[in-house]
């Protein structure tokens, strides 16, 4: 946050904001696989990709 890398916040909010981006979608899979008609594979790719999409949101990359 000093370095200006991310955006300035309580480091509670940043640590809740980080942990519900990682498990709420594993803990909705079920439901996202059903409602959004995705395969098994194709759910964990989105998974897999998930963790470059997580640090662009959180931290200002580029």
């Known amino acids: 946050m000093e370095k200006g890398n991310i955006q300035q916040m309580d480091l509670i909010h940043f640590l809740m904001n980080l942990f519900s981006l ?13 409602m959004l ?13 998930r963790g470059e999409v997580i640090l662009n949101l959180l931290f200002r990359i580029g």
């Open 22 to 34: 990682l498990s709420y979608p594993l803990i909705m899979a079920p439901l996202y696989k059903k």
């Open 37 to 49: 008609k995705v395969s098994a594979k194709d759910f964990q790719n989105l998974i897999d990709e």
